[in-house]
C-alpha cells in the first residue's frame, strides 16, 4: 500500500486532498498544526486505519517513520487576513516548512509536490498569467510574506531537483472554492455568501472592477492528483480561466441566494491585485487537464455547506 504524507492535511485543500487519496487506496498521514485548519474536516476519516493524523508543526523537524511514496506540501495560513495576522509563521511555514518536507522526501526517497500560487505573479502586468511569466511583487509590502515565501519555495524545490535529482512538482494555485472553507477567513467567497445570508451588507473592496477567477475544489484535486502522477517538474497553473469583477461576483451571489443585501464598498487593501486568470494551456498539453465545473455548479454544493454551517 502506497503511503502518502499531507502537510495541512485538515484545512480546505489538504482534507479534500486526504479523501482523494483515501479513496484511492492509499494510506494517508495528515499533518496539521490546527492554527487555521480544522478537525471537523477530516473527523470522517479519523476511525479509518489506514488513516493517520499528526498534530504538529512542520516549520519544525518532521519525523515520519517507516517508507514514505509522496508527500503532499499544503500546510499555510492562506487568505490575505491571515497571512497579515500571522506574518512570520506564514513565512516559517513556506520556507522552513519547505525545507522540512523536501529533507523528508530525500530520506525517504519519495516523490513531493508543493502548493505554489498564483500570488507569485503578483499584480500581474501579464494576462492572463502563464507559468512564463515572473510575476510582479513587492516583497516588503503586507502581501509579500505569503508572496515571498512561496516563491521561496518554488526556488528551493527546484533546487533540491536539479541538485539532488529529487523527484518535485510544482502547482500553482489559482483562488479555489467549496465546501470546507472557513466562513471568516476573510476571502471574498466566503465573506459574500455568509454575509448575503445572514441579509448583511456585502463588502467590496475598491470599486469592485478587479477581477479573479474561481475553480471547483474538485477540479483543483484532479489537476493535483495528474501532476503528482506526471513526470513534470516545472510548474503548472491550475485553474478555472472563467474571469469575473467583484461587483459581478456579487451580484451573482445576490441572486445565488436570493438576499436583498446591498453591496457597500470598502477601501481596496494595499498590493491586492487587479486582474487574474491563469493561462492553462500547459495544464491541458502536460496533464490533459481542464476544469469539468463551471462557477455556477460549484456553487451549488458550496452553498449548501455554507447554509448548514450558519443555521447550524
Ligand atoms: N474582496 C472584497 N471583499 C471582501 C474580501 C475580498 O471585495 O470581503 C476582494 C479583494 O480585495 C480581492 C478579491 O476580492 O480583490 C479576492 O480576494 P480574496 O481575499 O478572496 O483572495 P485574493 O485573490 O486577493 O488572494
Given at each position: 500500500m502506497k503511503k502518502v504524507l499531507i502537510t495541512g492535511g485538515a484545512g480546505f485543500l489538504g482534507s479534500h486532498l486526504c479523501d482523494r487519496f483515501?479513496?484511492?487506496?492509499?494510506?494517508?498521514?495528515?499533518?496539521?498544526?490546527?492554527?487555521?485548519?480544522?478537525?471537523?474536516?477530516?473527523?470522517?476519516?479519523?476511525?479509518?486505519?489506514?488513516?493517520?493524523?499528526?498534530?504538529?508543526?512542520?516549520?519544525?523537524?518532521?519525523h515520519i517513520p517507516g517508507k514514505l511514496d509522496y508527500i503532499l506540501h499544503f500546510a499555510s495560513p492562506a487568505s490575505p487576513i491571515e497571512y497579515l495576522k500571522m506574518p512570520i509563521q506564514t513565512m516559517k511555514v513556506g520556507s522552513l516548512g519547505t525545507l522540512n518536507c523536501l529533507g523528508l522526501a530525500k530520506d525517504k526517497g519519495a516523490r513531493i509536490l508543493v502548493a505554489s500560487t498564483s500570488e507569485v505573479y503578483g499584480d500581474p502586468l501579464v494576462h492572463p498569467q502563464t507559468e512564463d511569466y515572473w510575476g510582479n511583487v513587492n516583497p516588503v509590502g503586507p502581501r509579500g510574506v505569503y508572496d515571498e515565501a512561496k516563491r521561496f519555495q518554488e526556488a528551493l524545490t527546484m533546487a533540491y531537483h536539479t541538485f539532488h535529482g529529487l523527484e518535485t512538482r510544482i502547482v500553482r494555485i489559482f483562488n479555489t472554492f467549496g465546501p470546507r472553507m472557513r466562513l471568516n477567513d476573510g476571502r471574498v467567497l466566503p465573506a459574500f455568501i455568509s454575509q448575503a445570508l445572514r441579509g448583511e451588507d456585502l463588502t467590496a473592496f475598491g470599486d469592485g472592477s478587479q477581477t479573479r477567477s474561481f475553480t471547483y475544489v474538485d477540479d483543483l484535486v484532479e489537476g493535483i492528483y495528474r501532476l503528482l502522477m506526471s513526470d513534470y517538474?516545472?510548474?503548472?497553473?491550475?485553474?478555472?480561466?472563467?474571469?469575473?469583477?467583484?461587483?459581478?461576483?456579487?451580484?451573482?451571489?445576490?441572486?445565488?441566494?436570493?438576499?436583498?443585501?446591498?453591496?457597500?464598498?470598502?477601501?481596496?487593501?494595499?498590493?491586492?491585485?487587479?486582474?487574474?486568470?491563469?493561462?492553462?494551456?500547459?495544464?491541458?498539453?502536460?496533464?490533459?487537464?481542464?476544469?469539468?465545473?463551471?462557477?455556477?455548479?460549484?456553487?451549488?454544493?458550496?452553498?449548501?455547506?455554507?447554509?448548514?454551517?450558519?443555521?447550524?
Open positions: 483515501f479513496n484511492e487506496g492509499y494510506h494517508v498521514i495528515a499533518m496539521d498544526n490546527l492554527i487555521t485548519g480544522d478537525m471537523e474536516n477530516i473527523a470522517h476519516l479519523m476511525p479509518e486505519k489506514n488513516f493517520e493524523f499528526h498534530h504538529h508543526d512542520v516549520s519544525k523537524f518532521v517538474p516545472h510548474p503548472v497553473n491550475i485553474g478555472n480561466p472563467q474571469e469575473i469583477t467583484i461587483n459581478e461576483f456579487a451580484e451573482e451571489i445576490l441572486k445565488l441566494t436570493g438576499s436583498t443585501s446591498k453591496i457597500k464598498y470598502f477601501p481596496l487593501p494595499t498590493d491586492d491585485p487587479k486582474q487574474r486568470k491563469p493561462d492553462t494551456t500547459r495544464a491541458k498539453e502536460i496533464l490533459n487537464w481542464e476544469p469539468k465545473y463551471s462557477r455556477a455548479e460549484g456553487m451549488k454544493p458550496t452553498l449548501e455547506y455554507f447554509k448548514k454551517k450558519i443555521n447550524g
